[in-house]
Every structure is written in C-alpha cells, then in structure tokens.
C-alpha cells in the first residue's frame, strides 16, 4: 500500500480546492458542490487512516457521514429552490437580506 | 516506483484534474459531471484502502443520488449559467490568499508529522468487507444507525415543507 502521508496530502489538495470553490464562485449550487468536495476529501483522510490503524470504526464514521451528507443536500437544495422561487434568482451576491 | 504507487499517481492526477474541472468551468452542469469523476475516483480509492462497503455507498450515495438531485435542481432553475455581476474586486485576490495559507499550513503538517509513518500492518482478508462492516453496524452501532433513520426522515419531510407551494395566500 502507498504510504498514508500521500493519501493525506491528496485530501488536503482537495480539501484547499473545495474551500477556494466556496470563495471565488458566485453560483450557489457550485459553493454546495464544493462543499461536498470538502466532505468528501475529510472521507478519504479517514478511511487512510483506518486502514493504517486496522479498525473499522473509522469506516463506520465514514458512512454516518455520507448519510448525513445526503440529508444535508436535500435540505440545502430545498432551500436553494425555495430562494430561487421568492427572488427569480440565486446569485450569491443577492442574498443579502434576511426579510425573505 | 511499485505498481501501486504508479496507480496511485494517475488516480491522484485524474482526481485534482476533475476537482479543477468542477471549480474553473463556467457552467454547472459541467461542474457537476466533473464532480461525479472526481468521486468515482475516490471511490478507486476507497477500495485500494480495503474498504469495498464505503467504495459502494460511495457510488450510490455520492455519484448516484446526490449528483443526480443537483443536476435535476440545475436543470429545474435553468441556471446552468448565471449572469455576470459586480463583485467585491478585492474578493478574489484575497480568497487565493487564504487558499495558499491553507494549503501551506497542510504542507508545514504534513512535513513535519513525516516521522510518524513506519511500516503498515496487512489487515486479515475480511477487513473492511460488507460483512465486517454489517456486523460493526447492527451490534456496536444499532443506536446511531437507527438515529439516521429519523434524520434522513426529518431531511425529507423538511425538504417537502420547504419546497411546497403557499397554499393560504
């Protein structure tokens, strides 16, 4: 097996990668990818290491995580159409009030 | 250079290369495919880490499901491409700032914690396996897989209520 530090730095790539996406993009649903990037390189770090360590918790972890990912998108994307439906749009820059 | 290394080279390449793909592409849709290789590729990974169930659900869950709803969302608000707008000029500039200090930050671990890699132990055949991982999940962990139920329940009743139209107005 390849040494974990590799793994590590391959999730740390994507890790900065998805957190740069959140920052310079205007589209919400490009920030809500970049986002599950980032998850999902925190997913990549974890199961490294269990395979270094040898214990599965880390792998059970790994799918509460994902479970909860789903739940998250479907709420996040609910809410993104419920925006779209109030404002006729969904740039990020419009999104500056809070009176619905 | 063994075998895997080499494989995990091209896999790490062609895993940033789609990661860049989803960040720098001007329309969604195309972002979202990108992100669909990116976790297809992960999920190479998962199974190169001995972990077949994770790889799967990886898949189904991620590749499958969830990229699906983004691209149906994408797809029902006609957004693929958004109209440019005046942005903060100094937001850029800055956010690559930040990036950098992130990424610097990961290498300063990375190269520090060095010492701590030695030899890895090979895991007993069954490490990992849909089965090992049932198991773990209906003995050890029967109370918090039971709480995802409830919480992908209260997911979906939430994402009904939310898109539901106003029927009182």
């Known amino acids: 097996m390849v040494d974990v530090a590799y793994y590590v730095a391959l999730s740390a790539i994507l890790f900065t990668i998805g957190a740069l996406g959140v920052l310079i993009r205007r589209n919400p649903l490009i920030i809500f990818m970049s986002v599950e990037l980032m998850l999902n390189a925190a997913n990549l770090a974890m199961v490294a290491f269990t395979r270094v360590y040898t214990v599965l918790e880390g792998q059970i972890f790994v799918f509460f995580i994902m479970t909860v990912a789903a739940a998250e998108v479907a709420v996040g994307l609910a809410l993104i159409v419920a925006i779209f439906r109030t404002k006729h749009s969904i740039n990020i820059d419009e999104m500056n009030n809070l009176k619905g | ?169």
């Open chain 2, 1 to 169: 250079m063994t075998i895997d290394f080499i494989l995990f080279l091209i896999l790490a390449l062609v895993a940033i290369a789609a990661a860049l793909g989803m960040l720098l592409s001007r329309n969604a849709v195309y972002s979202a495919l990108f992100l669909v290789l990116n976790f297809g590729t992960v999920a190479v990974f998962y199974i190169l880490l001995n972990a077949p169930f994770i790889a799967m659900a990886q898949v189904s869950v991620y590749a499958g499901a969830i990229m699906v709803l983004f691209l149906f969302v994408i797809m029902l608000l006609g957004t693929e491409t958004l109209p440019p707008s005046k942005s903060l000029p100094w937001q850029r500039p800055l956010a690559f700032i930040l990036a950098l200090i992130l990424a610097g930050e990961a290498t300063y671990l990375l190269l520090v914690r060095k010492a701590a890699s030695g030899p890895i132990p090979q895991p007993v055949d069954t490490f990992g396996s849909p089965q090992a991982v049932g198991q773990a999940l209906f003995n050890s962990y029967l109370l918090p897989f039971e709480i995802t139920s409830v919480l992908l329940l209260v997911a979906m009743v939430g994402a009904i209520v939310l898109t539901q139209k106003d029927k009182g107005k």
